[in-house]
């Protein structure tokens, strides 16, 4: 499948603007490149393991639009479609597909820009448009993610090999693609050691918002005897299946529930309620203020709770919503801005 990309270059004051008309006109999902300072919030939501690098904010900025391409390298662009236009049949916000020309989307979009900028300050305001296939969006990513340690943890894609001198090491195969994380993030970082620390032989976990199911998996390498995990994302399901069989783990030692574990019980009676040993969430602090008062419920008497996906400003907002729900806090450790907290039923 092949995809034409219009790349605008603009200013960050236009963004928004030029984002919503030119979604009118059938261009959605715009991919924003800019320098501007992340938020302390900004950081919390996006989670990513690779941090993106920004330089001086200097007002600029590039919107890009990907439009997909027929056999017949005609866009289908959303729209209603003008009187006389042929369109197909799949729906989109507007209810139909348009087939438009390349050259019929650039002067669009010129008519966009010219039309704003009559009363703002849109920058340069030029068009790229080029060309890119399916491959260069699952594959490229591969670029930037290579073998860490973790203590004398190894994490390694599939397209590398275990050295030599590693081989002594636990190794955790894991090709995290583009649904989840890959174990780089420091919060996971934080969660891996208090699992280390925490976990014994023949040990139950119970992992909420396992994603990828890293934190689970590497608590079966450490000896825990089962793991449950919990995601609202389906695309979990594959996820952990893939990474179980990667690094050797039977499926039946790993159950999988796609659901809200808080609001659910049948969920909560599915994974066993009282039977964990050590209960993990690496979430962002707001979603840990909700998860965290079903936790005791889950946990053992002398249980683990592991949480981590906190920025270090709040803290005390995750060990008051843990003290609240009758837990003890047992420490706090922190990685740059991040910082995890262990605590005990």
Known sequence: MKWVRFRISTTTEAEDIIISDLYDIGLEGAQIEDNVPLSPLD????????????????GSAFLNFFVEVDDEGMLLVGGEPEPGTMTIGAANTAGNIVRKTKEDVTAEIKEVLEGISEYMEIGEGSIEVSETDDIDW????????????????????????????????????????????????????LCIRNIRKHVKDGDRILDIGTGSGILAILGLMFGAGHAFGTDLDPCAEPAVSENLQCNGISADRFDLEIGNIVTDDAIKDRAG??????????????????VTPCVPGMLKEGGIYITSGILNEKEKIVTDAIEKAGLTVLDITRQGEWSSVASRK
């Open 43 to 58: 950081k919390e939501k996006m989670f990513v393991d690779i941090p993106p690098e920004t330089g001086e904010d200097d």
């Open 138 to 189: 699952l594959n490229n990513w591969k670029n930037y993610f290579h073998s860490f340690e973790v203590d004398d943890i190894l994490v390694i894609p599939s397209w590398e090999e275990v050295p030599e001198d590693d081989a002594h090491k636990y190794i955790l195969h894991i090709d995290p693609g583009t649904a989840f994380g890959t174990g780089m993030h420091a919060t996971t970082q």
């Open 273 to 290: 309620r009282g039977t964990f040993d050590i209960v993990v969430a690496n979430i962002i602090t707001e979603i840990l203020e909700v």
